[in-house]
């Protein structure tokens, strides 16, 4: 069983649309959860991270966390056609990043 | 500001074929790291580093080596070239083991016929 689980998409929504995407995950270990974002041929690039449960905003993007039942979440609002990407979730476990398979987004105009 | 620097870009081996994926990065980080990407199961760690001099295996190491001699270079050896190892690589670094922004490469996109 693979430490964190996410659904390969792909997800298709129209420009400004609310995307959110979802990651589920094993290790009790984990202190700190990232989503990386990844444009098609290019390396990862991190979009957020959050440490232990609760909700983190920026800008356009919210994360969030519930530990209790290891649910990783990712809200883009208003999604723009420059949003579509793969989205990694991972968990670091003391240095250790576990990452997701990722979820292709793809916003049309 | 480079950032991380990986070459070559595209490589096509034959089974049996030895090579070395080179990686640089000028952000003086301490903690660099290899992962290969593969359809359906993410990014896998390979080997990483957290500092000159110390590496250590990841979560598929066969098959490759790693050395660091500098804090600037991490290269990814390939011993013996498999069909397997078709893979996209990348490079990742960070200021050090416990921080949580990695910066990676562009990837090494590799086929093993």
């Known amino acids: 069983q693979k430490e964190v689980e996410q659904d390969p998409g792909p997800l298709s929504v129209p420009e400004g649309a609310i995307v959110s995407l979802n990651c589920t995950y094993s290790?009790?270990?984990?202190?700190?959860f990232m989503w990386y974002r990844q444009y098609s041929r290019k390396g990862p690039e991190l979009l957020m991270y959050t440490y232990s449960s609760g909700n983190k905003e920026d800008g356009r993007f919210t994360a969030q966390v519930d530990k209790s039942s290891k649910y990783i979440s990712l809200f883009i609002r208003d999604s723009q056609p420059s949003d579509s990407a793969t989205y990694l979730c991972a968990g670091n476990s003391w240095g250790k990043f576990q990452f997701g398979a990722g979820t292709q987004v793809v916003v049309t105009p | 500001n480079a950032g991380v620097t990986q070459t070559p870009k595209f490589q096509v081996l034959k089974t049996g074929q030895s090579m070395t994926l080179q990686c640089a990065q000028d952000m003086n980080h301490e903690y660099m790291s290899w992962y290969r990407q593969d359809p359906g199961m993410g990014l896998r760690l390979i080997h990483y580093s957290v500092g000159a001099g110390i590496t250590d295996q990841g979560e598929v190491p066969n098959g490759y080596n790693v050395s660091r001699s500098t804090t600037e270079d991490f290269p990814l050896r390939l011993l013996s070239a498999a069909p397997s190892q078709t893979s996209v690589y990348f490079c990742?670094?960070?200021?050090?083991?416990?921080?949580?922004?990695?910066?990676f490469g562009q990837g090494t996109r590799l086929t093993v016929v």
């Open positions: 290790n009790s270990a984990f202190q700190y």
């Open positions: 990742a670094s960070r200021r050090d083991r416990g921080h949580t922004e990695a910066f």
